[in-house]
């Protein structure tokens, strides 16, 4: 993590509060109404929740104990949640596992992969796919 600095200790200073943070994420991602049943104010929330809890995890120190193992797990696993919820919100439509119930339908324009990435600053791009012929 960018302003992460990587100690060596006995016992982490933070103890307990990765465990938190992991709650937190599974908290976002977990409940059907927010991860199944999608809208963009759900999303809107879910985002502003796990960018804050990313800008507290990137500010702590890293240990190299136990609670440092935690503490880059809490951080992966807010960093998907972050990608995920930013790539459902950039897609406005329902299509395969994806489901918006602000846009319940399949939208033949937004035929195209979407690809993120970054870490303070999470972005998505749209990348075309190729069409092909299918024998049968």
């Known amino acids: 993590m960018s ?3 990587l100690t060596k200790k006995g016992v982490g200073e933070g103890k307990g509060r990765s ?3 992991i709650r ?3 908290e976002e991602v977990m409940p059907y109404d927010r991860n199944l049943f999608r809208t963009e104010k759900g999303l809107e929330g879910s985002l502003r929740r796990l960018d804050g809890l990313w800008n507290d995890l990137r500010e702590r120190e890293t240990t190299i104990d136990v609670e440092g193992l935690r503490h880059r797990e809490a951080s992966a696993m807010t960093a998907t949640a972050r990608w995920m919820y930013r790539s459902a919100k950039a897609r406005t439509e329902t ?4 489901k918006r119930e ?5 939208d033949s324009t937004q035929g195209y992969r979407l690809i993120t990435g970054g870490l303070d600053q999470v972005w998505v791009n749209q990348i075309q796919v190729q069409k092909e012929a299918v024998p049968h």
């Open 3 to 5: 302003t992460s600095t």
């Open 19 to 21: 465990e938190e943070a």
């Open 24 to 26: 937190a994420v599974q």
């Open 95 to 98: 299509r395969g596992m994806h």
């Open 102 to 106: 602000d846009f319940p339908h399949l």
